[in-house]
């Protein structure tokens, strides 16, 4: 399949589509007269690729996961534990910008909101 049907198919855009083969996100073959040459499951490819990324999925994870699920005997067994692994992930940065909304909030209205919380620059006195 040609990139302009892929695209359609896929609800992409043939940019989008030459980035994702730049990146070996996809391969397609090269046809005698230059045309990419894609097979038809590509399509299901670039779908699974547009959820991961709404589902917070860099590209490199999508790519680094994709060769684990097209190995795994049970596609949704090994899709549940990519989830369990993304959610340790968000949950981690979830605390990590709570400390850091406090640390912010405690800042706020301070003559300088820029020292350290104790009020004194490092290497100087109050």
Request: overall charge neutral.
């Amino acid at each position: 399949m040609r990139i302009g049907e892929l695209a359609a198919q896929a609800g992409t855009t043939r940019d989008t589509i030459r980035f994702y083969e730049k990146v070996g996100l996809v391969t397609g073959r090269r046809l005698p007269n230059g045309y990419r040459d894609f097979p038809p499951e590509t399509v299901a490819w670039l779908q699974y690729v547009r959820t991961a990324q709404a589902l917070g999925f860099s590209l490199a994870e999508i790519a680094r996961n994709g060769e684990t699920l097209r190995e795994a005997p049970d596609t949704a067994e090994a899709l549940s534990l990519l989830f369990e692994e993304k959610l340790q992930v968000i949950d981690s940065r979830i605390a990590e910008l709570t400390t850091l909304r406090a640390d912010l909030a405690l800042r706020v209205g301070t003559g300088c909101p820029l020292r350290p919380t104790g009020g004194v620059l490092p290497g100087r006195t109050p």
